[in-house]
């Protein structure tokens, strides 16, 4: 299990020139769908990393649930 504060966020900017990027990997729908998903922000870096103090991880709980 995996408790930590979160903020909601949108990031339209960032998923549009993640969407239009050119792949055979995952399917059109499939890369519409993930644009449209409710983000989540937390504080929370890479471990080891020496910048983990201001790195943030964003995630799509709903959608994983």
């Known amino acids: ?3 930590l504060s979160v903020l909601r966020c949108r990031r ?3 998923l549009e020139k993640w ?3 050119q792949r055979f ?3 059109p729908d499939f890369v519409q769908k993930v644009v449209s ?3 989540f922000a937390s504080p929370v870096g890479l471990k080891g990393s020496p910048f983990n103090h201001v790195e943030r991880r964003i995630c799509f709980n709903e959608d994983e649930n």
């Open 19 to 21: 969407a239009i990027r």
């Open 37 to 39: 998903m409710v983000e």
């Open 1 to 3: 299990m995996d408790r």
């Open 25 to 27: 990997c995952p399917a």
């Open 12 to 14: 339209p900017r960032m």
